[in-house]
């Protein structure tokens, strides 16, 4: 027993750090500085997405990726205080169950609660649901929204702040409350 005090410890091969223990402390440092320039922070990207997406539902039998980035493009381009500079408004559309309703990724998150404005909007003959999808917390304070223009408002038959306006059936459906 006294002679394995004596012996020194076996080297492996990653215990042998070279001849230069200084350059290899400064190899690591630079290999975990591009480490972390690579990956974004995953926790930022994960919560914020729900905050960007929003769901559209009763889409009609023939729309399209492509037609509804197209639509909610435009839409938003054409509002008060968008800034075409920071890129397109929408980053992603997927179409899912079997084309009846999609998920729209926005840049922003003003730009998703602006997007909310537009529920009701029609699209080929059918009154689009747009809401926020499973998984979404609201933000503690208030997003701050887009103007839409009266024109686009009026175009499309929704009221103020993009409430539907509806005839007198849907209003009245709309007002009833069941207990």
Not at 95 to 121: H, S
Request: include cysteine; hydrophobic fraction near 35%.
């Amino acid at each position: 027993r006294d002679r394995d005090r004596d012996r020194k410890p076996r080297k492996r091969g990653w215990d042998d750090v070279g001849p230069n223990p200084e350059a290899a402390v400064l190899l690591l440092q630079q290999q975990q500085q591009f480490a972390n320039m690579q990956t974004p922070p995953v926790t930022a990207m994960a919560g914020n997405k729900k905050q960007r997406e929003l769901y559209v539902g009763n889409l009609p039998p023939t729309a399209n990726e492509p037609m509804l980035k197209e639509l909610f493009g435009q839409l938003l381009s054409a509002c008060d205080g968008y800034n075409p500079t920071m890129g397109p408004p929408v980053m992603n559309a997927q179409i899912a169950g079997g084309g009846q309703f999609a998920f729209i990724e926005f840049r922003d998150e003003v730009l998703c609660e602006t997007g909310m404005l537009f529920n009701g909007i029609e699209l080929q003959g059918r009154n689009l649901k747009i809401g926020h999808p499973n998984g979404y917390m609201p933000p503690i304070q208030p997003v701050a929204k887009l103007v839409i223009p009266p024109e686009i408002l009026q175009r499309f038959g929704l009221g103020p702040g993009g409430a539907p306006t509806g005839g007198g059936g849907d209003s009245k459906r709309q007002r009833e409350l069941y207990v």
